[in-house]
């Protein structure tokens, strides 16, 4: 079964940029997805399509995704994005998920 | 706005059914989304279970390691989704939730329910 892989944790300091990265097989030749994940809240879809925003997902948010790896970079770090990120993909009608990258604003 | 408001017991005995329930409102169940059941524990992280849409007729699709258990279910007169799981054990406690993908083949999951904590114990 296809497998996504993230780091456990990255850390950052406000106003930095944060590089969360989701690595599996030809995962560029796939459309790659980030959610954000706050404490007792559910997933929100912050970049879908590799690339895209949805509507009021700030620009500090961006990403990429070439060869085996998909990136979310988020750019002049607030408090407020410390949270779970997960990438996401499909692969034969089947979603799959990373593990989950705890992000820390220190 | 799409929202989904889920309801369902939040405990079950073991080998029995966990059922849940996806109130749609704000779209259609019928139009051309696909609405899925997503489960989320501290062991396994986020699992994608299954997904249903329609395309002229109704379509399923669901992830190997539950395909022998699981059913998801339209209700077009209530405009609502289900998800029944068949003979759970103690694996099978997780948040569980459903979300929209707008379309089949790589959509992401753009609106997503409250969550609901099943436990399986006796």
């Known amino acids: 079964s296809y497998e996504l892989t993230q780091p456990p944790s990255v850390s950052v300091s406000p106003g930095q940029t944060a590089s969360i990265t989701c690595s599996g097989d030809?995962?560029?030749?796939?459309?790659a997805c980030w959610y954000q994940q706050k404490p007792g809240q559910s997933p929100v879809l912050v970049i879908y399509q590799d690339t895209k925003r949805p509507s009021g997902i700030p620009e500090r948010f961006s990403g990429s995704n070439s060869a085996n790896t998909a990136t979310l970079t988020i750019s002049g770090t607030q408090a407020m994005d410390e949270a779970v990120y997960y990438c996401q993909a499909w692969d034969s009608s089947t979603a799959v998920f990373g593990g989950g990258t705890k992000l820390t604003v220190l | 706005q799409v929202q989904l408001q889920q309801s369902g017991p939040g405990l079950v005995k073991p080998s029995q059914i966990l059922s849940l329930t996806c109130a749609i409102s704000g779209d259609s169940i019928s139009n051309s989304a696909a609405w899925n059941w997503i489960r989320q524990s501290p062991s396994r992280g986020l699992e994608w279970l299954g997904r249903t849409y329609y395309r002229s007729k109704w379509y399923h699709d669901y992830a190997i390691f539950v395909k022998s258990r699981i059913t998801i279910n339209p209700d077009t007169s209530k405009n609502q989704l289900s998800l029944h799981l068949n003979s759970v054990t103690p694996e099978d406690t997780a948040v569980y939730y459903c979300?929209?993908?707008?379309?089949?083949?790589?959509?992401?999951?753009?609106?997503w329910g409250q969550g609901t904590l099943v436990t399986v114990s006796s």
């Open positions: 030809k995962l560029g030749d796939k459309y």
């Open positions: 979300a929209r993908a707008l379309g089949i083949a790589v959509a992401p999951f753009d609106f």
